[in-house]
């Protein structure tokens, strides 16, 4: 068994030393808790709604800049895989909207988000790499931030690329929402796992910025899409769940299917390329 | 707006002229309560649960058969759209489970369903042709049949072809499903409307056979993904939703987002025939 977690968070903006520091202290709680895989936020260090690129830039910082050394320290420390967002700057001064995988042996993977929400283009130049799926020692592991989940396509291509577990930090703004159901951000990953048969663990933050709410709806759901853990309300909140990968590995939705298998991929090819 | 009808059925296996009756019993209703599109179940004139091709093959029909006509001439006497199954002859003696389009006009669309569930493929031949999408006098819409709703990439086929409403004429199996939670077959048919800016009726069957259990999920989600109407109880029951397609036509998530312009077709391309 993997167990999970995702720590909702209220990053605060521009706040990189204290941003830093919740996040540590994220680990650390998830550590305590017996974690195997931690989830944090996207943009967890800088906060979000920001006023332009200007703003975002001085809290931007390298792959091998203090906030993953500090994540590599505590996944060292805890045998622990990390997750989670930060303003990437890149080596030419390109500023990304980044998440990192990062376990004992170091920073494993770095993703640049490639579908960009609302304004994000004005601060961020979109990511153009296939999203990363990498062994570790708790799991095979996908990664994506947030909007890239709304794409049925991307989700697929972690899956195609063996993800048992996708993890998504992300910042979802609330939008209305009937009475009974689940926010739409938190059924899209349900179904997303469902139909994939993956776990998929999505780290939200909470606490308005600039006059954005937030869904607050992380979530931890099974193979099955099931919730096992989420939406929790909307404050810094630890979830947990203790899921068995290797039932991920199997793709089985009964005697003769199989969620993968009975794809007709012959027949999606020239639909893909479409625009 | 467009009144989309779903009349859930039971139908009765083997009772061929029993399940045309009820079909065309159906579709009068639904036109009796103002319909424009009236949805039915996959095979509705068969049932589902064979024994094997022998006990399909007597029930099958090809598209100038009794049942389309009948269909045809409800749709010109009401000036409606009736999507719904049969199993289908081929010309060359092959069986299909498919499904027609018929409007005041005559029959649309064929269509024969491309991803097959459990026994299916002792009965039927899968289908290769993509889902159709057919403007009518009250829209421009697609058809699929339950299991295909299953892939992403099926529906974004439908989206992309520019269907604004997507019948999907279903048996879905019963499966558990958490207390409080819809049926994982309603949800994804919510978020497949959600991802892709369209509207979905997906019109689901009732009445135990031969040991099997329906979701009894028939519903009707507007291009938010919510749902207006359904899912019932597990009888026979006529779903109405009035809708305005036009705003299925508009793909916007926001100011700066649209649900088919963000996709990054280039990126997909090659995940898209990967096996």
Redesign the interface.
């Known amino acids: 068994m993997t167990r999970i977690a995702c720590h909702q968070l209220a990053p605060v903006i521009g706040d990189l030393a204290g941003n830093r520091a919740r996040a540590l202290a994220a680990i650390d709680a998830a550590a305590e808790a017996g974690a195997d895989v931690v989830v944090l936020p996207e943009l967890v260090t800088s906060g979000y709604v920001f006023d332009g690129a200007d703003e975002a830039r001085p809290l931007a910082e390298p792959a091998d800049g203090p906030t993953l050394r500090g994540w590599a320290e505590l996944a060292a420390a805890h045998d622990l895989v990390i997750a989670g967002g930060f303003p990437e700057l890149g080596d030419d001064g390109t500023l990304y909207n980044s998440a990192a995988l990062v376990d004992a042996s170091g920073v494993r993977a770095l993703y640049r988000k490639?579908?960009l929400?609302?304004?994000e283009?004005e601060c961020f130049v979109?990511g153009?790499e296939?999203p990363p799926v990498i062994e570790t020692p708790h799991g095979r592991i996908g990664l994506m931030v947030c909007?890239d989940l709304?794409?049925?396509?991307?989700v697929?291509?972690a899956a195609?690329a063996g993800a048992e577990l996708l993890c998504v930090p992300t910042n979802w703004p609330a939008e209305p929402t009937?009475a009974g159901?689940h926010p739409?951000d938190v059924?899209?990953a349900?179904?997303a796992a469902?139909?994939n048969r993956i776990a998929i663990a999505a780290c939200d933050r909470c606490g308005p910025e600039r006059g954005v709410e937030w869904v607050s709806g992380s979530l931890i759901a099974g193979p099955?899409?099931?919730?096992l853990a989420g939406p929790p309300e909307p404050v810094p909140t630890l979830l947990l769940a203790d899921v068995d990968l290797a039932g991920a590995r199997d793709k089985a939705l009964?005697?003769?299917?199989d969620?993968l298998a009975?794809?007709?991929?012959?027949?999606?090819?020239e639909?893909?390329?479409?625009?």
Not at 150 to 154: A, I, L
Not at 254 to 257: D, M, T, V
Not at 271 to 275: K, Y
């Open positions: 490639v579908h929400w609302d304004r283009p979109a153009r296939q909007y709304q794409f049925p396509e991307w697929r291509a195609l009937p159901e739409m059924l899209r349900m179904v469902a139909t099955d899409g099931w919730l009964g005697p003769r299917n969620a009975d794809r007709r991929p012959d027949l999606y090819a639909v893909a390329g479409r625009t």
